[in-house]
């Protein structure tokens, strides 16, 4: 939910309890359909359909199709799944908010629908009742406040008409707000400039880094350190997102990093930033990120979340070796904590790790071609005794290449390291 004052909070809270809302209820199985509907019927005119077909064939029928403010679907369901029908209904019912029921096996495919279907929350399987309330009525809430936000942008057209003083007075202070707005990007851009640590000193590591914002302030990041016996730890991030928000939230990592001992194996580490990240993001934020060790020895252990795989090069191997088992984004699922799986690998000298986020892999060409990961590797398949220096040259290259003057659209990370032990 956006921020905006509390005395328009309190006017839609109030309509909320002046006004009873209807929810669609979608679900195969039918206890579980009869045990929400009766939780929620005494607060919410309730509708309910046992597959995606159904609740599109009663959307399709009502007369005011409109007045369903919110569905309630479960993903795996015959003929349909939830994603596909939460999908079709966007054309026939746009404002309505889309809550998903899914359980933990899905949420990969989730998430490569999140956008797509327009969903606005999804909640884990099971589920405490309390929680479900407060999520519909925080959906609710922010379904009068696009409502609201409509409403005054058709006043804003109406005045405008014909009031040409006030819209050169308008203009004037956008202006000036647009001066303030920058000097405080500058200032938070300075701000995330100053956290980000140097490259500590390392006899067994080369680092290049590409780290290039979207907008003025990045929701990329990165953390870099070293332990007192000489363990070298590293996080890549990237948080849902452009601009001061998602800033905001790797500012919060880098200052949950700090309070993570080297100590911490990889998968604790990633459950401590989960937890802490879940007890304070707002509505609908979320970051993915993995996070790396690497010793003297060459032993790599790593954990992601929610984050592409982690790539290794080696000049012994015929093709790229990916790593990291798949785990939740950070903070997506405020209530509840999802393990994280640690994977290791033994890296022998001249060996690249390459760890990046996936701005490095979504440059579209002219035509609306996405790069895309399967060329990403392909390139790298061709590259497996090239320099970390020269390989990121030539990474760059190909991907302006590729997108022939076409900008990026999201923030862009990629940091190779290349694991290189004094010789003795």
């Known amino acids: 939910m956006g921020l905006f004052k509390k005395d328009l909070l309190k006017t839609l809270q109030a309509k909320q309890k002046s006004r009873k809302y209807t929810i669609l209820l979608v679900d195969d199985e039918y206890d579980n359909l009869i045990t929400?509907?009766?939780?929620?019927?005494?607060?919410?005119?309730i509708l309910t359909a046992m597959d995606g077909l159904e609740a599109l064939e009663l959307i399709k029928n009502d007369a005011r199709p409109e007045r369903i403010h919110l569905i309630i679907s479960d993903q795996r369901m015959p003929r349909m799944s939830g994603v596909e029908f939460l999908e079709k209904t966007l054309n026939i019912i746009p404002r309505t908010k889309r809550i998903i029921l899914t359980a933990f096996a899905d949420i990969n495919t989730i998430l490569e629908s999140v956008n797509r279907a327009q969903i606005y929350k999804f909640i884990a399987k099971p589920f405490e009742h309390e929680d479900i309330l407060l999520t519909i009525r925080r959906a609710?809430?922010?379904?009068?406040?696009?409502g609201e936000n409509l409403r005054l942008i058709q006043e804003l057209k109406e005045l405008n008409a014909g009031l040409e003083e006030k819209v050169q007075e308008r203009t004037h202070e956008l202006n000036r707000k647009?001066?303030?707005?920058?000097?405080?990007?500058?200032?938070?851009?300075?701000?995330?400039?100053?956290?980000?640590?140097?490259?500590?000193?390392?006899?067994?590591?080369?680092?290049?880094?590409?780290?290039v914002p979207y907008e003025k302030v990045s929701g990329d990041t990165y953390y870099w350190d070293q332990s007192p016996d000489n363990v070298f730890r590293c996080f890549v991030g990237d948080a849902i997102g452009h601009g001061v928000p998602a800033a905001f939230i790797t500012m919060m990592v880098h200052m949950v990093l700090r309070s993570v001992?080297?100590?911490?194996?990889?998968?604790?580490a990633m459950s401590y930033l989960d937890s802490s990240l879940g007890n304070c993001l707002p509505e609908a934020m979320f970051m993915s990120g993995v996070y790396a060790l690497v010793t003297p020895d060459g032993f790599l252990r790593l954990a992601k979340a929610g984050h592409p795989p982690v790539i290794v090069l080696s000049?012994?191997?015929?093709?790229?070796?990916?790593?990291?088992?798949?785990?939740?984004?950070?903070?997506?699922?405020?209530?509840?904590?999802?393990?994280?799986?640690?994977?290791?690998?033994?890296?022998?000298?001249?060996?690249?790790?390459?760890l990046y986020t996936d701005g490095a892999i979504e440059r579209k060409n002219p035509e609306g071609t996405l790069f895309g990961f399967h060329r990403f590797l392909a390139f790298l398949g061709k590259q497996l005794s090239i320099e970390a220096e020269a390989l990121l040259e030539k990474l760059l290259q190909h991907l302006e290449s590729f997108s022939n003057g076409i900008q990026p659209v999201d923030d862009v990370t990629i940091l190779i390291l290349q694991y290189q032990p004094p010789t003795s």
């Open 140 to 146: 609710l809430e922010a379904y009068e406040l696009e």
């Open 178 to 211: 647009n001066r303030q707005m920058l000097q405080e990007l500058k200032f938070a851009r300075e701000v995330q400039n100053a956290i980000m640590p140097p490259f500590p000193e390392n006899d067994y590591l080369k680092s290049v880094l590409y780290y």
């Open 261 to 268: 001992t080297p100590e911490y194996p990889p998968q604790d």
């Open 36 to 45: 929400l509907s009766d939780k929620l019927s005494d607060e919410y005119n």
């Open 315 to 354: 000049e012994t191997q015929e093709e790229p070796i990916l790593l990291g088992a798949q785990g939740a984004p950070l903070g997506i699922f405020p209530t509840t904590r999802w393990p994280y799986s640690e994977q290791t690998y033994q890296l022998e000298p001249g060996d690249r790790i390459l």
